[in-house]
């Protein structure tokens, strides 16, 4: 039964975080093209928003805008946020954190392409920290090499996020794969996990073959690729 339509570019950058959830609850869901509301219906469609990703839910046929925000109605949705204030704030705000992150690393969406000088600063001051971030958030919470969630002893939405995050990135960029596993070990170990869980595997196993190492796209995409050489 057709629950939620997807609409996102062939990419899988922020696309992916809805995808992952929507894959590990086995919702069913189509994607469509981001062209199919953006930027021409953006303003007409109920609950309108600025951007790709758009969720269009069928039972309450209305749509959500920002990937945060739809992680968190989905996470809702599917039980997948943590009861307690706390770790329930928390899920926000790693998604907002993961935001962030792709926010940086695509130089505020391409607005300038990275030269060496602010790349170098990226990659080895502003990753560093923000990967040094993810790794003591999970520790606080029990995360440890081979075990353990993000915020606790059973998945949630941040899990999902936290891979959508540096899964992707390090299958887009392997040179990146060494910088987390040094600074973020348990996080590395916890991306390997939620990709290895069965409809996430299958549904990467299929994109990645069908997108290889695709990203964010563009000409930003291309100018990370320059600087990872
Ligand atoms: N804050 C928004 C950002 C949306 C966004 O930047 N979407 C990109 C693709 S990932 C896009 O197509 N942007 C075109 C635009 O901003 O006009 C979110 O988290 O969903």
């Keep these: 039964m057709l629950e939620y339509k997807l609409y996102y570019w062939d990419l899988p950058f922020r696309g992916n ?60 949705e599917y039980d997948y946020l943590p009861k307690r204030a706390e770790p329930h704030t928390l899920a926000l705000k790693v998604i907002l954190d993961c935001n962030d992150v792709l926010m940086e690393i695509t130089n505020y969406n391409g ?48 899990d999902i996020a936290t891979a959508a995050l540096f899964g992707t990135m390090i299958h887009a960029f392997p040179a990146l794969e060494s910088d987390l596993q040094e600074n973020a070990p348990c996080i590395a170990s916890l991306c390997r996990r939620v990709e290895a869980r069965p409809a996430i595997q299958r549904f990467l196993a299929e994109q990645r073959a069908a997108l290889g190492n695709g990203y964010c796209g563009g000409q930003i995409e291309a100018s990370l690729r320059k600087m990872l050489g």
């Design 17 to 76: 975080f809805i995808q992952l959830f929507l894959e590990e609850v086995g919702a069913g869901y189509k994607r469509c093209d981001a062209t199919d509301i953006y930027p021409g219906r953006s303003l007409s469609i109920r609950n309108p928003g600025m951007a790709p990703p758009y969720l269009y839910e069928c039972k309450s046929k209305t749509y959500f805008a920002q990937m945060p925000a739809i992680l968190m109605h989905l996470g809702r």
């Design 111 to 158: 607005m300038v392409m990275w030269e060496k000088s602010n790349w170098e600063e990226f990659r080895y001051s502003r990753l560093p920290d923000w990967m040094a971030i993810f790794e003591k958030t999970g520790l606080e919470h029990g995360l440890n090499g081979d075990r353990g969630f993000l915020l606790g002893s059973t998945i949630s939405v941040a």
